[in-house]
Nanobody, 114 residues
Framework: QVQLVESGGGLAQPGGSLRLSCEASGFNVAFSYYTMNWFREAPGKERELVATSAAASGDAKYSDPVKGRFTISRDNPKRTVYLEMNYLKPEDTAVYYC?????WGQGAQVTVSS
């Protein structure tokens, strides 16, 4: 059974940092073959793509709101993708989802508040 399990998240103050992890299991081919994405969904808003780590190359792309503050990385032997979030803002508050193809994690709450 293909599965993505997120961990991390929680509460941070504005300007603070958090890290999310997403561990994959049940995939039939090497993890490096999968493009991995992080999405987020804030209350009352549509789910939006935040960051992407391309298959094979691992090249990263970011949405404009998080560019320069968030970093996506991956550890292929551990089948894990990370999202390092720095200089957090209240508008970063959302449920963050790990995704590849049509597989989604359960979501991790990130709340940025003083």
């Amino acid at each position: 059974q293909v599965q993505l399990v997120e961990s991390g998240g929680g509460l941070a103050q504005p300007g603070g940092s958090l890290r999310l992890s997403c561990e994959a299991s049940g995939f039939n081919v090497a993890f490096s073959y999968y493009t991995m994405n992080w999405f987020r969904e804030a209350p009352g808003k549509e789910r939006e793509l935040v960051a992407t780590s391309a298959a094979a190359s691992g090249d990263a792309k970011y949405s404009d709101p998080v560019k320069g503050r968030f970093t996506i990385s991956r550890d292929n032997p551990k089948r894990t993708v990370y999202l390092e979030m720095n200089y957090l803002k209240p508008e970063d508050t959302a449920v963050y989802y790990c995704n590849t193809a049509n597989v989604w994690g359960q979501g991790a709450q990130v709340t940025v508040s003083s």
